[in-house]
């Protein structure tokens, strides 16, 4: 027997039930955009040394900014270590008069509890992504993708000292060179250069090139 919804609706109606609320969850691409200037996000990545050494490297992103800070490498990632850098984030934030509310990291064994205890003493939330979701933290995959193309992949890492050297060099690289699609092309530590105009001054353009590690990294900037 087929019943209406009218049916149903004037059912509930004379018994004094009200209709069920419409859903109000928030979905997690709304999350993001919304609170995308009180989010960081971290993660872990590893690489390898010539002698066959296995370092992990510590990240953590902007999500408004895009700006990425390199918390270390170390070939054993303890809690003291972790924990540590944790604090020294908590205290960069705090000398760049960056207001966090909320940190996105997966579900790795090597966070411990004092890490995310640190974070919530400095009044900053810790979301876990899901299992197997590493689309939950698209941005912090997306720029470990990049780095480990551009970098590890290209470059010969001796021990721990050049990897650090070099994941130094990038950092500046990607926070005062490159422009990022996600914030219209902009740099997280430089603001874009005033736009050429005249065309007579397009068709004497004076490009220089600077070379970063070697040749591995390139940038290229319209000298005044």
């Not at 018994?15 to 996000?41: E, N, V, Y």
């Not at 780095?147 to 000292?161: G, S």
Request: charge should be positive; include cysteine.
């Amino acid at each position: 027997m087929k019943v209406a919804a009218s049916t149903v609706w004037e059912i509930l109606q004379q018994a004094g039930i009200d209709p069920a609320p419409q859903p109000t969850s928030t979905t997690w691409a709304t999350f993001l955009r919304s609170q995308a200037q009180a989010i960081i996000a971290a993660d872990f990545f590893e690489t390898s040394t010539l002698a066959g050494a296995r370092l992990y490297v510590l990240a953590v992103t902007e999500h408004a900014t895009r700006r990425v800070r390199i918390l270390g490498a170390t070939a054993h990632p303890t809690a003291g270590w972790v924990a540590q850098a944790a604090r020294n984030l908590v205290m960069d934030l705090e000398d760049a008069g960056r207001a966090v509310k909320y940190l996105i990291r997966d579900r790795d064994g090597k966070y411990p509890t004092l890490f995310d205890a640190i974070l919530a003493d400095a009044d900053n939330t810790v979301v876990r992504s899901g299992v197997r979701t590493p689309r939950m933290n698209s941005i912090m995959e997306r720029w470990i993708h990049a780095c480990r193309h551009e970098l590890p992949d290209r470059t010969l890492i001796w021990n721990q000292t050049h990897l650090l050297h070099a994941l130094r060099e990038y950092e500046r690289h990607h926070n005062q060179h490159r422009p990022h699609r996600g914030i219209a092309n902009s740099r997280p530590l430089r603001p874009l250069p005033e736009p050429i105009t005249d065309p007579a001054a397009l068709a004497r353009l004076n490009v220089h090139r600077h070379d970063r590690l070697g040749g591995v990294l390139h940038e290229y900037e319209n000298a005044a």
